[in-house]
T-cell receptor, first 114, second 112 residues
Framework: KAGVTQTPRYLIKTRGQQVTLSCSPI?????VSWYQQTPGQGLQFLFEYFSETQRNKGNFPGRFSGRQFSNSRSEMNVSTLELGDSALYLC?????????????FGPGTRLLVL | QQQVKQSPQSLIVQKGGIPIINCAYENTAFDYFPWYQQFPGKGPALLIA?????SEKKEGRFTISFNKSAKQFSLHIMDSQPGDSATYFCAATYGSARQLTFGSGTQLTVLP
């Protein structure tokens, strides 16, 4: 079974631009969560989508948004990029049932904002 | 109250040693505590997880000890190997939420 895939793997943008990152979950998984990883703040939860609906949201500004499609693939968008948005963005997928279960992480997209 | 505090920040042990990584939490609503291992260039991968109704769980060379009254839990790696060199994160969540609150990470180096 293929793992979680994220595209692109690396991205360079300039301040003020916007960026869209993509995540394809493991087949059959309906929940996709996004995390930001930085040396200073560590791993922080952004949001989770399940069946095309945002089910949970972390403490990030509105510049960070996401969506999920009917095939469970998810995208996250960051508008008006700031230098501090440079990070590794990880997505994780799980079946999304009522009970706690393993979340499988992708390799991440490394974003550099200049 | 959402924090999970992890220590030490880095750890160096000899092959065969038993590194111990500690975590403490504040939110008593947390009821699921996974540990993740991350290698450079990779996403975190689940190692082992525990719920507060048990005090210890073993999977292979990895053991979690859990102290509910102290709100602390720790990861022990038995007979550590150079291949265990990675960054380890503790995490916590509650109910069926997929929102993981992570510790700050421990960079483990196992010397040959």
């Amino acid at each position: 079974k293929a793992g979680v895939t994220q595209t692109p793997r690396y991205l360079i943008k300039t301040r003020g631009q916007q960026v869209t990152l993509s995540c394809s979950p493991i087949s059959g998984h309906r929940s996709v969560s996004w995390y930001q990883q930085t040396p200073g703040q560590g791993l922080q939860f952004l949001f989770e989508y399940f069946s095309e609906t945002q089910r949970n949201k972390g403490n990030f500004p509105g510049r960070f948004s996401g969506r999920q499609f009917s095939n469970s693939r998810s995208e996250m968008n960051v508008s008006t990029l700031e230098l501090g948005d440079s990070a590794l963005y990880l997505c994780a997928s799980s079946r999304g049932g009522l009970y706690q279960e393993t979340q499988y992480f992708g390799p991440g997209t490394r974003l550099l904002v200049l | 109250q959402q924090q999970v505090k992890q220590s030490p920040q880095s750890l160096i042990v000899q092959k065969g040693g038993i590194p111990i990584i500690n975590c403490a939490y504040e939110n008593t609503a947390f009821d699921y505590f996974p540990w993740y291992q991350q290698f450079p260039g990779k996403g975190p991968a689940l190692l082992i997880a525990i719920r507060p109704d048990v005090s210890e769980k073993k999977e292979g060379r990895f053991t979690i000890s859990f102290n509910k009254s102290a709100k602390q839990f720790s990861l022990h790696i038995m007979d550590s190997q150079p291949g265990d060199s990675a960054t380890y994160f503790c995490a916590a969540t509650y109910g069926s939420a997929r929102q993981l609150t992570f510790g700050s990470g421990t960079q483990l180096t196992v010397l040959p």
